[in-house]
DNA sequence: CGCAAAATCATCCATTCGGGTGACGCGCGA
DNA sequence: TCGCGCGTCACCCGAATGGATGATTTTGCG
């Protein structure tokens, strides 16, 4: 909601300016009112579909439809076997084996009471490695450290 | 479709009547320029906004013709063009479009409060639709929510 | 038009997360 | 042997999340 007045605001500040500006250049014609306005509605109009479409990109339409669909196609060169992190990324970023359990228990979408018992650890012990976890991958929630993380090519 | 192309027509003349009309109240007074048109950049700005926004919201027009699959499995998601969620699996689990949004967020790793900013609705709202899509895919959590979409196929 | 589905917003409450801090033990290499 | 990285655990507190309802508005469709 305060995004939106925002740019409201913006967007009364941008008038103004124009306004000003036009009105210096159409003043000394007698009849031009109409012009003026139709020509200020149809700019602000198309300011205003271009921003709502600004606003929501990636509003494709989704036309689906479904193929029947046989054979599974193993599409990149993905390995059919066991992923492996990529240890490179591993290194640089500086995660610990034991973080990397807790990031992927995260990612299979345990809560930490979970993923505590799965590794027999305690809940703390799972808060502090996911602490240092979100800090590695300068994320702030769970969902964007996984996000991060698979981006990474850390997990599948 | 052809009915909102009508509203829209008559919305027009009705907007060229509202603009006649204020026209010839404030051509008697002296400096009204700016205000007529400030009202008509902000009408058809406001206006613009939501038709663009109105417009960019044929999601889902065309529907699926159900074809039976047999096998189908969606291994190493390569970007080979944009992703389309299955709509199959989306009937099956009753998933609306604006759920959809409220998941391909949170898959993004935002939190409510960002997703609603996002989307410019409140959060409640936002914890509202995650909380029927939490129903909807038998998830407690987000994190599981997106990796059962994610299994599912809804999201990339 | 009128219904049903969808979308929106709200409130209350319990649980979970995340941040910060401090501490302890173990193994390894300088 | 000492320091250091790693793993472990604990406590506190504020913020975020999830659950359960109820209500209203918008929208799609017969």
Redesign the interface.
């Known amino acids: 909601?305060?995004?939106?007045v925002l740019v409201y605001g913006a967007?009364?500040g941008v008038?103004?300016a124009?306004?000003?500006f036009?009105?210096y250049r159409f003043?000394i014609l007698e009849r031009s009112?109409?012009i003026?306005?139709g020509i200020?509605?149809?700019?602000?109009?198309?300011?205003?579909?271009?921003?709502?479409?600004k606003?929501?990109r990636t509003?494709?339409?989704?036309?689906?439809?479904?193929?029947?669909?046989?054979?599974?196609?193993?599409?990149?060169a993905?390995e059919a076997g066991p992923f492996t992190p990529n240890a490179t990324r591993l290194q640089q970023l500086g995660i610990t084996p034991r973080e990397l359990d807790i990031l992927e228990a995260?990612?299979?979408?345990?809560?930490n009471r979970e993923i505590a018992a799965q590794l027999f650890v305690s809940e703390n012990t799972v808060k502090t490695h996911a602490a240092r976890l979100f800090d590695k991958l300068s994320?702030?929630?769970?969902?964007?450290?996984?996000?991060?993380a698979k981006a990474a090519g850390l997990i599948p």
Chains 1, 2 share one sequence.
Do not use: C
């Open positions: 909601m305060k995004k939106t967007l009364g008038l103004i124009a306004l000003k036009v009105e003043l009112l109409e003026y306005g200020v509605a149809l700019i602000f109009s198309a300011l205003g579909i271009w921003l709502g479409l606003l929501t509003r494709q339409t989704v036309v689906v439809r479904e193929v029947p669909v046989l054979v599974e196609v193993q599409v990149g993905r995260m990612a299979a979408g345990l809560s994320a702030r929630r769970r969902t964007q450290a996984v996000q991060r």
